[in-house]
């Protein structure tokens, strides 16, 4: 494995610093104990040894026992004297075993020979190598890192004699190293994926990370980006607005967020973005870093646009919808303008609901998104779906909301006669024989007999107009559906009191009646069995909407294949005040 420099990171260079300061000032001490150790040792064994000064006692204390190892070698690669320290550190018991065992470091220790070299050559260049790091094995074969500071000793002529210094274990530490270089490498790949601009600024607002996301929408290399402002390399996309809200996070040391954003791309193009900024702290609770998360919500804020415009364009339709109902004049203009009126009413009905479910579905959805998004809890399948969704969204409404534009605009002509909408009290005995009288010729033509009962004295409060439509629209139906191609037949009316406060109409006809399948949807709009001999299915719709909203009743029918059809109408006598035609 070939050695290399590391590119520490700041706490570990501010560590490595004062470490550095501090074996400059002890080294030359450690040298000279060192010599004077050696030359003590290198004596000729015997039990007596000679009386060191208390300054060189204290030296060879700290050759004995420092934790770092000391070492002696000759250029060549001998190695003259070693600390128990170094011993340890290759695996040997006494640093006489080391000594013995290690005749050539530079094969023997050095895991990349080519590291021994450059050793040499920076020594007999500078005289000193500081932190020098490179790779050597243990008695056992294990690998270490070791960091290496040393000193060339020369002679009177300047050629070196031996190198004197002490290295360090740093296998832990690289091990470290590899593993945040590692998680930092595997962060970075995790960001880069994340479809939203995503990045980090120090304190003094320098970037320390950007993802690729970020890089792209603004043309800016990530690694170029690293230790600038944002004014330094984004000034052109709108730094200035950038700098002021990281700013307000440092004043307010809290987060800034969710709001809105505008910025100008790489291309020049306006995109809006939904940023969020959090502070991150350090120990001593000081701001460290910034992280700042933005999501493109320029899809968004179209859709939501389109949404206000299409709900404007439908309120708009609904409220001239409204307008041309109430415009119905009497029953044969009822039967015509109820083609277009009605039509609109059932038309419109299924774009509108359907485009505010799915306005109401994009609303939660946002709201869940945002809430994840807060949590940080944020994953890509949820962006991803939460994407997706918000473009099937957007075509859903524009599709159904145009349908119901283009409906509107070719029923929007109605009359504007308003004689049926005038309130008053009236005997509704004489006014059924009124609208019947003006009935019977046609039913005659139609062979249609007719008997009307009504019980005297029922007076009523309310609408003589729709009470009179509703009638003409039941004829008119009995005499198309229940009576086809001149069958002669039979119709009753019998109007009778319902309570203290209402009135029974009962309109029976002895036609050909309803399969079951067309009873359940006779008052559905558009619905009829006779649309290729110009039926239009409006006829009993507009009675159902004129009896339950226009007076305020109810209405209900039976009928069966055969036997007829028989329709109970109970209306108050007192029609309410606010009610509007339908």
Known sequence: MIARRSVPTPAVQVLRIAVSSMTSRIFSLLSS?????????????GPARPTLPHTEETYRWLFENSVDGIYVTTPSGQLLNANPALARMMGYATPRDLIEAADDIATMVYVDPAMRIEYQRLMERDGIVREFEYQVRQRNGTVLWLSDSAAAVRDAAGRILRYEGTVRDITAQKSSEAALAESRQRLQEVIDTVPAVINVKNAELRYVLMNRYMARIFNIEPADALGCTTTEIMSRYGAAKTDTNDRRVLDSRRELGFYEEEYLDSQGNARQWMAK???IFDDDGNIRFIVTVALDIGDRKRVEQEMRTARDAAETALRELRETQNSLVEAEKLAALGRLVAGVAH?????????????SSLQRQTRLFA???????LRKSSLTNFLKMTGEAATQLMDNLNRAAELIQSFKQVATDRNFSERREFDIRELTEQIITSLRPGLRRQSVHLTVDCEPGLVLNSYPGSYGQILTNLFLNAVIHAFPEGQPGQIDV???SSGSDGVEIMFVD???????????????PFFTTRRNQGGTGLGLHIVYNLVTNRLGGRISLESAVGLGTQIQIVLPRVAPYDRAAE
């Open 347 to 359: 038309e419109v009905n299924n774009p509108v609901g359907i485009s505010l479910t799915v306005a």
């Open 277 to 279: 900024k959090v502070p």
């Open 33 to 45: 104990a060192a010599r004077t150790v050696r030359t003590v040792i290198g004596t000729a064994p």
């Open 371 to 377: 809430e994840e998004v807060e949590r940080g809890e």
């Open 494 to 496: 019998k109007v009778r």
């Open 510 to 524: 002895n036609g050909r009646g309803m399969a079951p399948e067309v009873r359940r949807h006779a008052f559905d």
